[in-house]
T-cell receptor, first 115, second 114 residues
């Protein structure tokens, strides 16, 4: 298995632009998570899905953030409009809860820079 | 309110010595704990875990200790190697909750000097 695949690896955009981050979870995993890593707050959970359904989005910082999971193999995190304070590394992770004793498998992350 | 805290943002250790990374938690429902290791430009990867029914779990150079009464766990790396230099995240889960949700600490950056 190729693991959790995120794209792009790096994104530089201007303030006000729309940004879309993408994630392909591991096949067969029924949970998908979006995290944001910052120096100040470490790893913050933004939203998670179970069987493609959003379960908890209380971590999404503002209405500018939205996430979708149209099928079991794809999820997007969108920021519109983007702001400089959104600059961070965004991670996607997946797991299969029945055998999730070792926790999550993370993607390599997308480093977002908003200028 | 942070339920999982890593109070040391960074730690520097000489190669060959012991590295001790600490983690505190507040939620008494947590019953499973994990450590993740993160290299630059990579996602966190699972390192070692411990269930609340144990107080110690060992895997090679890595040992995790759990003190439930103090709500404290620690990761010991002996002997430390330069390749261990990374950010280490502590995570906790209450497995009776839906989703086995992991709550992460803020991370500790370990630097092992040759």
């Amino acid at each position: 298995d190729a693991g959790v695949i995120q794209s792009p690896r790096h994104e530089v955009t201007e303030m006000g632009q729309e940004v879309t981050l993408r994630c392909k979870p591991i096949s067969g995993h029924d949970y998908l998570f979006w995290y944001r890593q910052t120096m100040m707050r470490g790893l913050e959970l933004l939203i998670y899905f179970n069987n493609n359904v959003p379960i908890d989005d209380s971590g999404m910082p503002e209405d500018r953030f939205s996430a979708k999971m149209p099928n079991a193999s794809f999820s997007t995190l969108k920021i519109q409009p983007s702001e400089p304070r959104d600059s961070a590394v965004y991670f996607c992770a997946s797991t299969q809860m029945r055998t999730g004793l070792h926790g999550y498998t993370f993607g390599s992350g997308t480093r977002l820079t908003v200028v | 309110d942070q339920q999982v805290k890593q109070n040391s943002p960074s730690l520097s250790v000489q190669e060959g010595r012991i590295s001790i990374l600490n983690c505190d938690y507040t939620n008494s429902m947590f019953d499973y704990f994990l450590w993740y290791k993160k290299y630059p430009a990579e996602g966190p990867t699972f390192l070692i875990s411990i269930s609340s029914i144990k107080d110690k779990n060992e895997d090679g150079r890595f040992t995790v200790f759990l003190n439930k009464s103090a709500k404290h766990l620690s990761l010991h790396i002996v002997p430390s190697q330069p390749g261990d230099s990374a950010v280490y995240f502590c995570a906790a889960s209450a497995r009776n909750n839906a989703g086995n949700m992991l709550t992460f600490g803020g991370g500790t950056r370990l630097m092992v000097k040759p």
